[in-house]
């Protein structure tokens, strides 16, 4: 289990000297493994903090692979919390191609370098890396990867019968992942309809596997809460035992002032009916249950009155946009999947002109982007299946994110009528 694995890399850390350059190579390969762990279960932020970690270590290294790897996974946590917006940290890996001797990293690094490159438009970078490929593959899988990055370089670049070729050689990878991503290539090149069913099939399995393989973010904190702890304790020791002794002095006499002050407030207290509280004056009466329950109701009357202004004002404007109508012309006019430069577009105009929206839902509902751009389509009034053409997925999926997005809502909004109004 992933849990376990975390554990298992976070114990091995624990028992290294940090500041001894002979762990150096151990360290930077355990966190990179965690950082990896960390990406795959969607806890990007620690991920990224992972990679950091073991750049700094690895960079102390005269043979460059494991930093490579550091520097590849933290352009993967920064291209996806930037939304697909395409982060240049993968570039630090070409001035140590050199001097990396681990021939599967090798691979990976070029292999990311064509994709980069393809990403941004130069075709001719991108097919430098992605020929140099076919006599590093190591594995059968890793040929595969590099056959559908070959064939979306020949289809960007309009060879539509390399693309294809490439492309369907790639769809007989055993790695189910690469399967998928050349079936919905080959729908995008043909529109054949087999291709898209393949693909579904395909994403739903995916997404089967993904939900158990995950690492339990508060399972992770944890740990890490824990180890700091440890660690701190090492480094303190003589502090930590000084600071529960004066913990223990002061908590013993704020008990003894506590029981001490509560005895003669009692001698002096008044009967319940004479205390009557007087307007205006400097105390308040402490709020009755009735009065905490108003409160919390007219603060989630609030939220939900603020989401629905937001989104009644701004559906108004983007609706009228041009990217909007040209999203919803593709879909009228029989487009499964928008296009990756049209879905890109779409979210990030969603991001600018719902702006306000996105840190109200963030800050009240814990959103993800995932999550903000669904919500945003939804209020705009497409279905299931609109949603999944513009976010390029399985209408299963949509249906789970939809319940994923009425789950964080629910334990917020917690009167049913306003929950009603702003459910999906």
């Known amino acids: 289990m992933l849990d376990s694995a975390v554990v298992c890399y976070l114990s091995a850390i624990k028992s290294l000297d940090p500041d001894d350059e002979y762990y150096a190579a151990p360290l930077g390969a355990y966190y990179n493994r965690i950082a990896l762990l960390l990406f795959k279960s969607e806890i990007n932020k620690e991920a990224e903090k992972m990679f950091e970690k073991a750049i700094a270590y690895n960079a102390q290294l005269p043979e460059k692979s494991q930093l490579s790897e550091s520097y590849r996974g933290l352009w993967k946590c920064y291209c996806v919390d930037k939304g697909g917006v395409l982060d240049t940290s993968l570039l630090q890996t070409v001035k140590l191609i050199p001097d990396i001797r681990d021939k599967e990293e090798l691979f990976k690094a070029k292999n990311a370098l064509a994709y980069y490159f393809l990403m941004t438009g130069d075709y001719v970078s991108a097919m430098k890396y992605s020929a140099e490929l076919e006599t590093l593959s190591p594995d059968e899988v890793s040929y595969y990867k590099s056959c559908l990055v070959k064939g979306n370089i020949f289809y960007a670049s309009g060879q539509l019968d390399s693309a294809l070729w490439y492309t369907r050689k790639a769809a007989n990878s055993s790695y189910i992942y690469t399967r998928a991503s050349a079936y919905e290539t080959l729908y995008e090149m043909t529109g054949d309809s087999s291709c898209l069913n393949r693909y579904t099939q395909l994403n739903d399995s995916i997404l089967k596997i993904m939900k158990p393989a995950k690492v339990n973010t508060a399972f992770y904190s944890e740990l890490i809460h824990n180890m700091d702890l440890e660690y701190a304790r090492k480094i303190h020791t003589f502090l930590w035992l000084g600071g529960i002794g004066v913990a223990m002095v002061v908590g013993l006499i704020g008990v003894t002032l506590l029981f001490y002050f509560k005895r003669r407030n009692a001698v002096r207290r008044p009967a319940p009916e004479a205390v009557v509280p007087v307007p205006g004056a400097a105390g308040r009466a402490p709020e009755t249950p009735l009065e905490m329950e108003k409160k919390s109701e007219s603060l989630q009357r609030e939220i939900v009155e603020q ?42 105009s969603l991001r600018k002109e719902y702006a306000l929206l996105h840190r109200l839902l963030v800050t009240y509902f814990s959103f993800s982007d995932e999550e903000f751009y669904f919500f945003c389509l939804s209020s705009l009034g497409l279905g299931t299946k609109e949603c999944a053409a513009c976010r390029c997925v399985s209408m299963s999926a949509i249906r789970v994110l939809r319940k994923r997005v009425n789950d964080k809502m629910r334990r917020y909004i917690t009167i049913d009528s306003l929950f009603q109004t702003v459910k999906l």
Do not use: C, M, W
């Open 307 to 348: 989401i629905h202004a937001i989104t009644e004002q701004r559906n108004k404007r983007f609706v009228k946009s041009d990217i909007y109508k040209q999203t919803v012309a593709f879909i009228k006019g029989g487009t499964v999947f928008l296009s990756p430069a049209l879905r890109d577009s779409l979210f990030e």
